[in-house]
């Protein structure tokens, strides 16, 4: 048989492996960092970027949340705002990459952070990055509940309201978890759909409102507007300050693109990780960020009345189709975009699930015995599936209203992501000296500073008026897990092992594969 090989730069060289050769190195990579490969080791390069492209998912958040944008500081909001939110993930996952390459590991934030910042800043960083994961799941959800029901509402006679949407979240996320459950390829098989379906629906959505709009008025996306109050259909509170409303309008692209942790949360379950996993978060953050701005231009453009649109709020887009574009067409691309919004929320799923599954894998987490146990039959974190998928449902049936998860989900995943590449600043060339195949120099320096400054930015614009209730949110979550932690986990929470633990692991990693392994 011949053996398939893959073709990686890496350090400016081209190198030829197999994909047996680069698994073997893979696993090897794992026993070092104290771990057994108890997961499925399948997927590939196009695999691991559509996770987190499908997660981003322009279809989802760039689609639901435009009226965050659109009813602040109006058509520069997105013309201008994509540019400058595009920036910032961006700047993220540069910071990302060059950690992933170095530690890839599932859940590889708390690992990172533990490694490079201590046993409390990684146990810190995978509640934060918990939080952003179970409550983007529910944001997802609740966003695509708001869009069925917007685009097919009517006809099936369903309206908006606290009991539809909770059946609508216990189904769909239940659906999401079940899809996990049987394996990562039939989950992968989908997200891989989801990614050429998320490219081309965005491509065949942005051509219908560019040929259907009569004019094509591009001042419009850099003229600023205050719409805040009543002139934006009560989104945001009314301000006389345009820098605030701009900032609060930069909410649409960093709510939508977040997710692209789950290429790093994957990494155990990817071949060729410390190569491939880098260049997928930050591909998925570029195709993202720029297929959302030729979008979202368009969709400015397209706009009958700006004035009007503005008023709609969180209606916005279906007030442009309808003026816009044909029944019979309208219908079809919002089966397209429905379809696009479920798969990613059954690849939220995933990533949630790994992330669970690594810190309980530490025994970081109540129940980690259940957690961190691996299917034999499927080779997937059952367990750590279906309680990050009851946790979001939980949390909807609760905070039910959507512009507050998305900014509880915005700051605490945008912390989670800022605590690791902060704490790589302070080791970088002193503890932290090997580097991965895949590294930037000292621009890291430069990367990891800026991610700081705007992860600041980022938390000061999350919990302004409306979101108040995310503040509080955020610091009742953040007082008890600082009660647990000084209360308990400080003394029993050992972090990922290093040193003489890992050694001391060899023999239950052999153990480990070889239960898993065994007909």
Same mark, same amino acid.
């Given at each position: 048989?011949?053996?398939?090989?893959?073709h990686?730069?890496?350090?400016?060289?081209?190198?030829?492996?197999?994909?047996?050769?680069q698994?073997?190195?893979?696993v090897?990579?794992?026993h070092?960092?104290?771990y057994?490969?108890?997961?499925?080791?399948?997927?590939?390069?196009f695999?691991?970027?559509?996770?987190?492209?499908?997660? &981003?998912?322009? +279809?989802?958040?760039?689609?639901?949340?435009?009226?965050?944008?659109?009813?602040g #500081?109006? $058509?520069a909001? =997105? /013309?201008i705002?994509?540019?400058?939110?595009?920036?910032?993930?961006?700047?993220?996952?540069?910071?990302?990459?060059?950690?992933?390459s170095?530690f890839?590991?599932?859940?590889g934030?708390?690992?990172?952070?533990?490694?490079?910042?201590?046993?409390?800043?990684?146990?810190l960083t995978?509640?934060?990055n918990?939080?952003?994961? &179970?409550?983007v +799941?529910?944001?997802?959800?609740?966003g695509?509940?708001n869009?069925f029901?917007? #685009?097919f $509402?009517?006809? =099936? /006679?369903i309206?908006a309201?606290y009991?539809?949407?909770?059946?609508?979240?216990i189904?769909?996320?239940g659906?999401h978890?079940?899809i996990?459950?049987l394996?990562?390829?039939f989950?992968?098989?989908?997200?891989d759909?989801s990614?050429?379906?998320?490219l081309?629906?965005t491509?065949v959505?942005?051509a219908?409102?560019?040929?259907?709009?009569?004019t094509h008025?591009?001042?419009?996306?850099w003229?600023?507007?205050?719409y805040s109050?009543?002139?934006?259909?009560?989104?945001?509170?009314q301000?006389g300050?345009?820098?605030?409303?701009?900032f609060?309008?930069?909410l649409?692209?960093?709510y939508t693109?977040t997710?692209?942790d789950?290429?790093?949360?994957?990494?155990?379950?990817?071949?060729?990780?410390?190569?491939?996993?880098p260049?997928a978060?930050?591909h998925?953050?570029?195709w993202?960020?720029l297929?959302?701005?030729?979008?979202?231009?368009v969709?400015?453009?397209?706009?009958?009345?700006?004035?009007?649109?503005?008023k709609?709020?969180w209606n916005?887009?279906?007030?442009?189709?309808d003026a816009?574009?044909?029944e019979?067409?309208r219908?079809?691309?919002?089966?397209?975009?429905?379809?696009?919004?479920?798969?990613?929320?059954?690849?939220?799923?995933?990533s949630a699930?790994?992330m669970t599954?690594?810190?309980a894998?530490d025994?970081?987490?109540?129940?980690?015995?259940?957690l961190?146990?691996v299917?034999?039959r499927w080779?997937?974190?059952?367990?750590?599936i279906?309680?990050t998928?009851i946790?979001?449902?939980?949390?909807t049936?609760?905070?039910?209203?959507?512009?507050?998860?998305v900014?509880?989900?915005?700051?605490?995943?945008y912390?989670?992501?800022a605590?690791p590449?902060?704490?790589?600043?302070?080791?970088?060339?002193?503890?932290?000296?090997?580097m991965?195949?895949?590294?930037m120099?000292?621009?890291?320096?430069?990367?990891?500073?800026?991610?700081?400054?705007?992860a600041?930015v980022?938390?000061?614009?999350?919990?302004q008026?409306?979101?108040q209730?995310?503040?509080?949110?955020?610091a009742?979550i953040?007082?008890?897990t600082l009660l647990?932690?000084?209360?308990?986990e400080?003394?029993?929470?050992?972090g990922?092992?290093?040193?003489?633990r890992?050694?001391?692991?060899?023999?239950a990693i052999s153990?480990?594969?070889a239960?898993?392994?065994a007909?």
């Amino acid at each position: 048989m011949m053996e398939r090989t893959c073709h990686l730069k890496a350090g400016g060289i081209d190198m030829t492996m197999s994909n047996d050769d680069q698994h073997q190195d893979d696993v090897s990579r794992l026993h070092k960092m104290g771990y057994a490969q108890e997961l499925s080791r399948t997927m590939g390069h196009f695999s691991n970027f559509a996770i987190s492209f499908s997660i &981003i998912c322009i +279809l989802s958040g760039g689609v639901n949340s435009l009226a965050q944008g659109l009813s602040g #500081a109006g $058509g520069a909001a =997105l /013309g201008i705002g994509w540019i400058v939110g595009g920036f910032a993930a961006l700047i993220f996952a540069l910071g990302m990459a060059q950690i992933a390459s170095a530690f890839p590991t599932a859940g590889g934030l708390y690992h990172w952070s533990s490694i490079l910042g201590g046993r409390f800043w990684g146990w810190l960083t995978a509640w934060m990055n918990l939080l952003g994961l &179970i409550t983007v +799941l529910a944001a997802i959800n609740v966003g695509t509940f708001n869009f069925f029901v917007g #685009a097919f $509402g009517p006809m =099936l /006679g369903i309206e908006a309201g606290y009991v539809p949407q909770l059946i609508f979240m216990i189904t769909v996320t239940g659906l999401h978890a079940l899809i996990n459950h049987l394996g990562i390829k039939f989950t992968t098989r989908l997200t891989d759909l989801s990614g050429y379906l998320i490219l081309a629906g965005t491509v065949v959505l942005t051509a219908v409102l560019f040929y259907s709009s009569p004019t094509h008025d591009f001042s419009r996306l850099w003229t600023f507007t205050n719409y805040s109050g009543d002139a934006g259909g009560g989104v945001w509170p009314q301000s006389g300050s345009m820098y605030l409303v701009f900032f609060l309008g930069l909410l649409l692209p960093i709510y939508t693109l977040t997710g692209y942790d789950a290429s790093a949360h994957t990494s155990e379950e990817t071949v060729g990780a410390a190569k491939r996993v880098p260049t997928a978060i930050i591909h998925s953050v570029f195709w993202a960020a720029l297929f959302a701005w030729f979008f979202s231009c368009v969709f400015v453009m397209a706009i009958p009345d700006m004035d009007e649109a503005a008023k709609q709020g969180w209606n916005v887009f279906f007030y442009v189709m309808d003026a816009r574009v044909p029944e019979a067409l309208r219908t079809a691309l919002y089966v397209m975009i429905f379809v696009a919004q479920f798969l990613c929320g059954l690849a939220t799923v995933t990533s949630a699930s790994r992330m669970t599954y690594a810190f309980a894998r530490d025994d970081g987490l109540p129940g980690s015995k259940y957690l961190k146990a691996v299917s034999k039959r499927w080779r997937t974190p059952v367990a750590a599936i279906w309680t990050t998928a009851i946790l979001a449902v939980a949390f909807t049936a609760y905070a039910d209203a959507y512009s507050t998860v998305v900014s509880v989900t915005s700051i605490a995943l945008y912390l989670s992501y800022a605590m690791p590449i902060a704490a790589g600043l302070f080791a970088y060339g002193r503890t932290w000296k090997e580097m991965g195949p895949w590294d930037m120099g000292p621009l890291f320096r430069v990367v990891a500073v800026l991610c700081i400054l705007m992860a600041g930015v980022i938390f000061y614009v999350g919990v302004q008026p409306p979101n108040q209730l995310a503040l509080k949110v955020l610091a009742v979550i953040g007082g008890l897990t600082l009660l647990a932690w000084f209360g308990l986990e400080a003394r029993r929470f050992k972090g990922p092992p290093v040193g003489d633990r890992i050694a001391e692991r060899a023999a239950a990693i052999s153990e480990a594969e070889a239960a898993l392994d065994a007909k």
